[in-house]
Every structure is written in C-alpha cells, then in structure tokens.
C-alpha cells in the first residue's frame, strides 16, 4: 500500500474513534506558537488533511482532452504508426488516465502508471522483472510527471508487437472507430 494511504487508513481509523466514543478519550489542551489553545485532536484532523493532500499532491487523473494534448506535446501522435486517438483509447482502458493506477496479475506479475507497464518485462520493482526493457523503477511510472511513462510506452512499441502488447488496446481499441478520444479536444 502506498505509504501515505496507510498513514491516513492509521488517522482515519484513530480519528473515527476520536469521533465515536468521545466520554472515553481524554483530549490533553496545549498552546501553539501563536498561544492558541488547541485539542489534541485538533491536532488530528489537522494531521489527517496534510497526509490527505499529501497522497492527492502524488496522485493525478487526466481529463481526456488533457490528456490527449500532453500526449501530442509529448510526440505520440504518429509515433511508431500509433495515432494519437489510439494511445488515448488504450490509457482511458488499461488506467482510466491514472497515473498512480497498479493492477495485480494473476501470473504474479504487476502493471504500473497511466500505461500500465508490466513489471516482468518493462520495469524493475525488486519483486518481479526479468528483462526491465525500459531501464526503469517501476515506481517511477506512478507520477504525475509523465515524462517516464511516455518515453517508456515509446519503448514498448518499438518492440515487434507494438501497441498489441497492451490487451486494453486489442480488446477495446483495435479494429474500432477512436475518433470520439479525441472529439471535442481541438486537435
């Protein structure tokens, strides 16, 4: 589990405590700097809403259309013969563009980020990788910063398979009219 989720799960489940059975907890009462008078669990909630933004800061959800114009700044559209509507198609069915979006296999292995990059093969997580085709931690790929993802999906195209070597591209995107990916996004 991400070390910051666990550490809201850890306030969460004191705070829901804090909450619900206030005659059993005694709150100790101290002065800031500023000489305000605050409750322990002040303090709580107030630690609770740092991690909270903490694990958001790390954590991004693209909009399509964004989505769509980082990918085309970032030279995917025509890479390798794979349109831009096709990498949008094949990020929105393998992360809904999450860029912190793991999926465990059933053989074991783990995929990473907005691509969904496999650890057996592509990236490195001290766990399960056999070949780290792209040189990378597989850490690296779950950010906001998508500089790592991207120049890695670029790798894996350039491999004999290409774009077929992500089953969300074949099971949802091949064969299929992708012009409403990009509908809207005025590219």
Request: charged content about 20%.
């Amino acid at each position: 589990m991400n070390p910051p989720l666990l550490a809201i799960c850890f306030y969460m489940t004191h705070a829901q405590v804090l909450l619900s059975e206030p005659r059993q907890i005694q709150l100790r009462k101290f002065s800031n700097s500023s000489g305000q008078i605050q409750t322990s669990g002040d303090t709580m909630i107030k630690s609770l809403l740092f991690l909270l933004l903490v694990a958001v800061a790390n954590a991004k959800r693209f909009q399509r259309c964004e989505w769509a114009h980082k990918l085309k700044d970032s030279g995917m559209d025509g890479y390798r013969n794979v349109s831009l509507a096709d990498w949008v198609c094949l990020t929105k069915w393998e992360s809904g563009y999450d860029t912190m979006k793991t999926h465990h296999n059933n053989d074991g292995s783990t995929d990473f980020g907005i691509f969904q990059i496999n650890n057996r093969w592509w990236c490195n997580d001290k766990i399960m990788s056999f070949r780290n085709g792209c040189q990378i931690n597989c850490k690296d790929l779950l950010s906001d910063d998508v500089t790592v993802a991207i120049n890695c999906a670029k790798r894996v195209v350039r491999d004999p398979q290409g774009i077929a070597a992500w089953y969300g591209w074949r099971n949802h995107c091949q064969g299929r009219d992708l012009t409403p990916y990009l509908d809207g996004c005025g590219l």
